[in-house]
């Protein structure tokens, strides 16, 4: 059973617009959510992350807003630039533990 | 600086050989955990260690195993390798009171 959930596979989105990249998590517990990219042949690298006694985090063009009673979190990209395209994981961490079940993925691809 | 390494970063094996894969950080963090990246499943966990000692089962250990005999090395051995297990394994690693997993570059293993 999947318990963080990225529904889309793949995004495009023109460079300079927005992107929005979503997941879902079933698991009331979690309180503490991860983002990171990846590029092919590398690790992936952390982006932002969020705690579940906020709704909202701020880095750079990368914002986090994170909806508890939807169990939802997004990632906002602002503006979207070619370097961005990636795939993109969340990721969601239990309260008392520090292992992370992460999502399937979503491939970004941002158009020049 | 500091870093975490894998080794190998390719690796072609038959069924049914003992496989082990490296994993050295030298952060001194205490937690370190090994995942598998497959297509559609993104990143799943195979197994975690809080510290020295101390291993964990992670969403999908069978068929392999771990040590922590010090802080700076977990390795992942796989007792017989199959068909099955030909992934790419990224080790990463976390410090206790912090949130975000450093991930090491990964290693490409093909089971024949």
């Known amino acids: 059973d999947q318990q963080v959930k990225q529904n889309s596979p793949s995004l495009s989105v023109q460079e300079g617009r927005i992107s929005i990249l979503n997941c879902d998590y079933t698991n009331s517990m979690f309180d503490y959510f991860l983002w990171y990219k990846k590029y092919p042949a590398e690790g992936p690298t952390f982006l932002i992350s969020?705690?579940?006694?906020?709704d909202k985090n701020e880095d750079g063009r990368f914002t986090v807003f994170l909806n508890k009673s939807a169990k939802h979190l997004s990632l906002h990209i602002v503006p979207s630039q070619p370097g961005d395209s990636a795939v993109y994981f969340c990721?969601?961490?239990?309260?008392?533990?520090?292992?992370?079940?992460f999502g399937t993925g979503t491939r970004l691809k941002v158009l020049a | 600086d500091a870093e975490i390494t894998q080794s190998p970063r390719h690796k072609i094996t038959e069924t049914g050989r003992q496989v082990t894969l490296a994993c050295h950080q030298t952060?001194?963090?205490?937690?370190m955990f090994w995942y598998r990246q497959d297509l559609g499943h993104g990143l799943r966990l195979i197994h975690y260690s809080y510290g020295v000692q101390d291993t964990n089962k992670g969403e999908v250990s069978d068929g392999y195993s771990v040590s922590r005999s010090n802080t700076e090395d977990l390795p992942l051995t796989l007792e017989s390798a199959a068909s099955s297990q030909t992934s790419v394994y990224f080790c990463?690693?976390?410090?206790?009171?912090?949130?975000?997993?450093?991930f090491g570059e990964g290693s490409r293993l093909t089971v024949l």
């Open positions: 990463a690693s976390s410090e206790s009171y912090a949130g975000e997993l450093f």
């Open positions: 952060w001194n963090h205490n937690n």
């Open positions: 969020i705690s579940s006694i906020k």
């Open positions: 990721a969601a961490r239990g309260s008392g533990t520090y292992k992370y079940i």
